[in-house]
């Protein structure tokens, strides 16, 4: 079945250092999505990618996603405290299986002030 | 606040015995998705409705089950528990299918199996 490797899984800066996670799918993803769970949280939808080699960005997070649609990246420019969490990408394969989600294991980021 | 709801929030059974975890969607989402997020196995999808029918399936075992009623809320049932089904089960909810979707995610409810 299509799997999701997330790298790395955990993530130690100091505040205002860069901070990037990556994704790869043993198949072509139809999408990707981006999600955020803060700790005792749920996860928080950030973003969706569809198009190969598409670069979405938000403030100071950058999304790419690749250009054979199988890997995935998520860039936080000059963390903050406030980033603190799992970051998860969750692929799909599209049509009928859009709601199935294949979420990667997460990349736990720990910002020290 | 994502307006997806889930009850019960923490429930502590006994193995072997059936629980309900019920969700209700997001005001006019159609879609409807359970996940399952555990240490040793991460967020696993499990399985989605989409207006009352099954559109989706996931790993999701024979001794649970799932539907979605006319009012769009689902349960999700979970029987013979064991105590590796201890977890915490996401509801989500997306107004429909397909690209463009977002789909949000309830606070979740902790299954204790002892």
């Known amino acids: 079945g299509q799997q999701v490797m997330q790298i790395p899984q955990y993530q130690h800066v100091q505040e205002g250092e860069d901070f990037t996670t990556y994704c790869n799918s043993s198949?072509?993803?139809?999408?990707i999505q981006w999600y955020k769970q803060r700790p005792g949280g749920h996860p928080v939808f950030l973003i969706q990618?569809?198009?190969?080699?598409e670069v979405k960005k938000q403030k100071r997070l950058t999304f790419q996603f690749g250009e054979a649609k199988k890997n995935s990246s998520l860039h936080i420019t000059a963390t903050q405290t406030t980033d603190v969490g799992t970051y998860f990408c969750?692929?799909?394969?599209?049509?009928?299986?859009?709601?199935?989600?294949?979420f990667g294991q997460g990349t736990i980021l720990t910002v020290h002030p | 606040d994502s307006g997806v709801t889930q009850t019960p929030k923490h429930l502590i059974t006994a193995t072997g015995q059936r629980v309900t975890l019920r969700c209700s969607p997001r005001?006019?989402?159609?879609?409807v998705y359970w996940y399952q997020q555990s240490l040793d196995q991460g967020l696993q999808f499990l399985i989605q409705?989409?207006?009352?029918?099954?559109?989706a399936k996931g790993n999701i075992l024979e001794r649970f089950s799932a539907q979605q009623f006319p009012d769009l809320h689902s349960e999700l049932n979970l029987s013979s528990l064991e105590l590796g089904d201890s977890a915490l089960y996401f509801c989500?909810?997306?107004?429909?299918?397909?690209?463009?979707?977002?789909?949000?995610f309830g606070e979740g409810s902790w299954l204790t199996v002892v």
């Open positions: 989500a909810s997306s107004p429909r299918t397909g690209h463009g979707n977002t789909i949000y």
């Open positions: 198949t072509t993803l139809s999408n």
């Open positions: 990618l569809v198009k190969s080699g």
């Open positions: 969750a692929g799909s394969s599209g049509g009928t299986s859009y709601g199935k989600l294949t």
């Open positions: 005001s006019g989402d159609l879609s």
């Open positions: 409705y989409y207006n009352g029918e099954e559109r």
